[in-house]
């Protein structure tokens, strides 16, 4: 499903170029559990951003479901952006002066989906992370964990093909992080394509396969 050849980015230019990513392929399935290791600064970011259509990479190729990613214009790339990858980070991105329910319809107003079918499917998602009780309640009323159930509900809600996590247990608890690790497995096994990074090793476990990344290059595939 989403196929990356020769993938490369440079920030910057003349002296002060950096070169995030070097000549990178990776061939991801529908369905499958990705977790992406690697020192701070080695380019996980940048490929998650690569994938998530909110960077264009300087050179390479970058297919999803067979169609040229990086051949979309603006507004087709907004949709695709829209209809199959959802990001969850580490600092959860909630917007403060919106409630849980309110967070959470955001994609969904975004998609212009019906007003009964947003109502539904938030209240589901809130269902599935078990937070119906805080629908009400802002985002700084809550804890760490609980905000990145928010988060993951969110995700949930906007039912895109694909997860983009970003080490989204940095911020908890080692609970939590676990917690959050299971809505990630029982998401996958529901069918969503996740991948994530992550700089704890037990954590990167939870995935079927463990790429690790030095200086912008894979170094490393495991197969479990
Ligand atoms: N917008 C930018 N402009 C210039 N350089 C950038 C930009 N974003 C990232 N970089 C550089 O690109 C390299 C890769 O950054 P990236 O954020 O992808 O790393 P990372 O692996 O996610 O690191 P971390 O684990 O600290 O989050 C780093 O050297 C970083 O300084
Ligand atoms: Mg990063």
């Keep these: 499903m989403i196929e990356l050849s020769n993938i490369s980015v440079d920030y910057g230019n003349g002296t ?52 040229n990613v990086l051949a979309f214009q603006n507004k087709q790339l ?53 937070i119906v009780q805080y629908g009400d309640k802002f985002p700084p009323q809550l804890s760490g964990g609980e905000r990145q159930r928010v988060a993951i509900a969110r995700s949930i809600a906007a039912d895109t093909q694909v997860i983009l996590a970003d080490e989204p247990t940095g911020a908890l608890d080692e609970q939590n992080g676990r917690m959050v690790m299971e809505l990630f497995r029982e998401l996958n096994h529901s069918g969503k394509t996740i991948v994530m990074v992550t700089h704890d090793g037990e954590l990167a476990k939870y995935g079927s396969r463990i790429l690790t990344m030095k200086d912008g290059e894979f170094i490393h595939i495991s197969e479990r």
């Design 78 to 130: 907004a949709s695709f952006r829209n209809k199959n990858v959802s990001f969850i980070v580490q600092n959860f991105a909630l917007v403060n002066e919106l409630t849980v329910y309110q967070n959470v319809m955001l994609p969904l107003i975004y998609a212009r989906l019906k007003k009964n079918e947003s109502k539904h499917r938030v209240d589901e998602a809130l269902k599935a992370v078990d």
């Design 16 to 67: 002060n170029q950096i070169s995030a990513l070097k000549h990178i392929s990776a061939h991801i399935e529908k369905g499958e559990f990705v977790s992406i290791m690697g020192r701070s600064g080695c380019g996980k970011t940048t490929l998650l951003n690569v994938i998530g259509g909110i960077i264009k990479p300087t050179s390479g190729q970058y297919m999803f479901d067979c169609k």
